[in-house]
C-alpha cells in the first residue's frame, strides 16, 4: 500500500538564494566593467607598437639592402623599398632626389613611413586636427628627422597621444608623447 505525502515539496529557489545570486552578479559586473572600458586604450597602444616595431624593422632591413647592395652612392633608389633613396649613411630620406640627400618637406616624412611599411595604415602631413582621418601624422623635423604621430585616436586639444621619432642619419626610430596643443 503506498502512502503519499501530504504536501508536495517546492524544488525552487528562495528569495535570500536570488538575492545573494543577483549581488554576487553585481560585484562581478562592478570589477569587470572597467576592464572592458580600457580596451580602446590598450588596442591603440597595441597598435602603435606594431607600428613601431614594423618601422624599426624596415628600416633595419632597408640598411641591410643598401649594404648587400654594396653601399651605392648618396641619392641611390632602392627599388625593393618603393624606390626610397639612401642618404651618405645608407638610411631612407625620400623617393625625391634633393640636395645633400636630406629630409626637405613633410611629404619625404610620409614617403619614408609608407616605403618602409608598404601596405600599412595610412598617413597624412597636414596638420593634427580632430578632422584627422589618417592613422598617423607625419612632420619634418629636421634635415634628419621625422616626426609619426599616432592620429587614429583621439585628436582634440589637450590629448596625449603617442608618436616616433625618425632620424635618418643613425636609423634609430624612438617612442614618444605628445599633448596636441
Do not use: W
Not at 562581478?28 to 624599426?56: K, M
Not at 632626389?97 to 601596405?119: H, K, M, R, S, Y
Amino acid at each position: 500500500m503506498k502512502t503519499s505525502k501530504p504536501f508536495a515539496q517546492s524544488s525552487g529557489f528562495t528569495i535570500v538564494e536570488l538575492v545573494v545570486v543577483i549581488i554576487l552578479l553585481g560585484i562581478l559586473a562592478a570589477t569587470a566593467l572597467p576592464r572592458f572600458i580600457d580596451l580602446d586604450d590598450e588596442a591603440n597602444a597595441a597598435a602603435f607598437s606594431g607600428v613601431l616595431g614594423g618601422f624599426q624593422t624596415g628600416v633595419a632591413l632597408f640598411h641591410a639592402q643598401y649594404m648587400a647592395d654594396g653601399e651605392p652612392v648618396a641619392g641611390t633608389q632602392i627599388a625593393e623599398f618603393s624606390n626610397l633613396r639612401t642618404n651618405v649613411d645608407g638610411y631612407p630620406y625620400s623617393t625625391n632626389a634633393t640636395t645633400g640627400n636630406v629630409i626637405a618637406t613633410d611629404a619625404d616624412c610620409g614617403t619614408v613611413f609608407t616605403g618602409l611599411l608598404q601596405a600599412g595604415p595610412t598617413i597624412s602631413t597636414a596638420a593634427i586636427s580632430p578632422a584627422t582621418t589618417a592613422d598617423y601624422t607625419g612632420e619634418r623635423e629636421s634635415d634628419t628627422s621625422c616626426a609619426y604621430y599616432y592620429t587614429a585616436q583621439d585628436t582634440t586639444s589637450g590629448q596625449t597621444i603617442p608618436m616616433m621619432r625618425y632620424n635618418a642619419a643613425t636609423g634609430v626610430v624612438t617612442r614618444d608623447v605628445y599633448t596636441i596643443p
